[in-house]
């Protein structure tokens, strides 16, 4: 499977971006995947996940209310949708594969490039 994420930008304090995933190869009718942010010098955490059908989402707290995650089968995109951005949002944005919904790096099996997102206050 291949990942790519495109989307990132700058975008000031209160804005909103839209990131997305372009998905090709196996597995986009079987896995789900996720958003991981990874700001400098600070390790890739768990942002959001959905699963291979679109059914169940998960997030990591401070992105719930703010964030919403979907997926577009017909084009097999993954879209992060992310709403007054805060400067805390800065960093490099992967999305990742997994066989299930996971929080954790290690469960994911393949990966995108990464977007950056640049949040100025």
């Known amino acids: 499977v291949q990942l790519q994420a495109s989307g990132g930008g700058v975008v000031q304090a209160g804005g909103s971006l839209n990131l997305s995933c372009a998905i090709s190869?196996?597995?986009?009718?079987?896995?789900?995947e996720g958003w991981f942010r990874q700001a400098p010098g600070k390790e890739r955490e768990f942002v959001a996940a959905?699963?291979?059908?679109?059914?169940?989402?998960f997030y990591e707290d401070d992105a719930k209310g703010r964030f919403t995650i979907s997926r577009d089968s017909a084009k097999k995109l993954v879209v992060l949708q992310m709403t007054n951005l805060k400067p805390e949002d800065t960093g490099v944005y992967y999305c990742?594969?997994?066989?299930?919904?996971?929080?954790?790096?290690?469960?994911?099996?393949?990966w995108g490039q990464g977007t950056l997102v640049t949040v100025s206050s």
């Open positions: 990742g594969s997994a066989p299930g919904i996971f929080t954790v790096v290690s469960r994911y099996d393949a």
């Open positions: 190869g196996r597995g986009f009718s079987t896995h789900a």
């Open positions: 959905i699963n291979w059908s679109g059914s169940t989402t």
